[in-house]
């Protein structure tokens, strides 16, 4: 009969994993960053020659809401490792949060982080300066996947706060029967 150490009981044990794991965090490291911020600002520019009927649209604002929060995790589970970043292009990463904060205005969702984590992190303050969490300072940011083809991109001034999400037919589908997305305007007020 084999036996094994407490440890290793322990830490295969559904429980012990989701008791350990830390809480969402800032990116600290300036190449993890740069990597995730890089892949962001191609997905933002890739906006101008998508047609917009290739896009769902939504008001930036709803990253603050728990339905949209299950979107972004419903579609990286559908489409991928369940794993996602949100990375903030603007106010500017380097000269402003990084500059005061000594971190990086991004995160990485694991597949084990709950919803509350994720709740968290985007109401986080940086340090002594509520202002400035992520879900209420940041004026463009994108969702991307770790490992996936689809993408959410927002601008609170593109139009009063327009959003996009755009990928791969199936992960339109998913998003469309799991989310209330504006209908596509004629014209849209987004980059172009």
């Known amino acids: 009969m084999r036996t094994t150490s407490l440890p290793d009981r322990i830490g295969t044990s559904p429980d012990f994993v989701s008791f350990t794991m830390s809480n969402i965090d800032f990116i600290h490291d300036r ?5 995730f911020w890089q892949r962001a600002r191609e997905c933002a520019e890739k906006l101008a020659v998508i047609p917009a009927s290739d896009l769902l649209h939504f008001d930036s604002s709803n990253i603050g809401t728990q ?3 299950d ?3 419903g579609i990286a589970n559908f489409k991928g490792t369940g794993e996602f970043a949100v990375i903030v292009l603007n106010p500017d990463p380097f ?3 990084h ?3 000594g971190k990086y205005p991004g995160f990485i969702v694991k597949a084990y982080h ?3 984590d994720l709740f968290e992190i985007l109401a986080q303050d940086p340090a002594d300066s509520p202002a400035d969490a992520i879900g209420f300072y940041s004026e463009q940011y994108v969702v991307l996947p770790v490992s996936s083809e689809w993408f959410i ?8 706060g327009t959003g996009f999400l755009t990928g791969p037919p199936d992960v ?10 504006y209908e596509n305007p004629d014209q849209r007020s987004g980059p172009a």
């Open 31 to 35: 190449e993890t960053f740069t990597l």
């Open 114 to 116: 709950s919803d509350e």
């Open 99 to 101: 500059f005061h904060f």
């Open 71 to 73: 979107l972004i995790r």
């Open 67 to 69: 339905i949209f929060r």
């Open 153 to 160: 991109c927002a601008d609170r001034a593109w139009g009063g």
């Open 95 to 97: 000269s402003y949060f």
């Open 172 to 181: 339109m589908t998913f998003a469309r029967e799991s989310f209330a997305f």
